[in-house]
């Protein structure tokens, strides 16, 4: 079983960055291929970014491209997002999530992570 706990969610005015952090730990392997999902007030949970295990390989949604960044620090078993130019339609709880699979791969479906955080909630006003 692997916990997720996300951290340093809140509120800012559009333009501003934030950068989000999601600590894994647990007795199974913890380094697997991560992903940030987000899910807005009456809305479905979407995709927003995903990182591969080692790393080397990262994918985005194309409503945040060029503006959030993810990494990862296997050492310290942490993803991170940073979230630049924010904007208001960004306000959203965001979630960490991370896959059983253990291969080099990117995931980018809700349906190919296995574990979840409880979310961190964005607010970005106008």
């Known amino acids: 079983q692997v916990q997720l706990v996300e951290s340093g969610g809140g509120l800012v005015q559009a333009g501003a960055s934030l950068r989000l952090a999601c600590a894994a730990s647990?007795?199974?392997?913890?380094?697997?291929?991560m992903g940030w999902f987000r899910q807005a007030p009456g809305k479905e949970r979407d995709f927003v970014a995903a990182?591969?295990?080692?790393?080397?390989?990262?994918g985005y949604a194309d409503s945040v491209k060029g503006r959030f960044t993810i990494s990862r620090d296997n050492a310290k078993n942490t993803v991170y997002l940073q979230m630049n130019s924010l904007r208001p339609e960004d306000t959203a709880v965001y979630y960490c999530?991370?896959?059983?699979?253990?291969?080099?791969?990117?995931?980018?479906?809700?349906?190919?992570?296995?574990?979840w955080g409880q979310g961190t909630q964005v607010t970005v006003s106008s």
């Open positions: 999530a991370a896959t059983k699979r253990d291969t080099p791969y990117l995931y980018t479906k809700e349906y190919e992570f296995d574990y």
């Open positions: 647990g007795r199974t392997r913890t380094n697997n291929a």
């Open positions: 990182i591969s295990e080692s790393g080397g390989s990262a």
